[in-house]
């Protein structure tokens, strides 16, 4: 075997070895993103905003 070719068999084997890691950190990375909130939310849920909403609406502050 010549020297170029067992350098891109070396580098297959790594790369071969290495994705099982990848695939499971990027699984548990998708199981983070999708599972539930661990919010800690009161018995009676999530309660609808119920203040007072500002005359300017532009979300701009006077200085």
């Not at 909130?37 to 609808?48: F, L, R």
Request: net charge neutral.
């Amino acid at each position: 075997m010549t020297t170029p070719q067992k350098s891109l068999s070396v580098r297959i084997k790594t790369m071969l070895r290495a994705w099982p890691q990848a695939f499971e950190a990027i699984a548990a990375a998708a199981g983070r993103l999708f599972s539930p909130s661990h919010d800690d939310y009161p018995k009676t849920g999530v309660q609808p905003f119920s203040g007072d909403v500002p005359e300017d609406h532009s979300g701009q502050h006077s200085p």
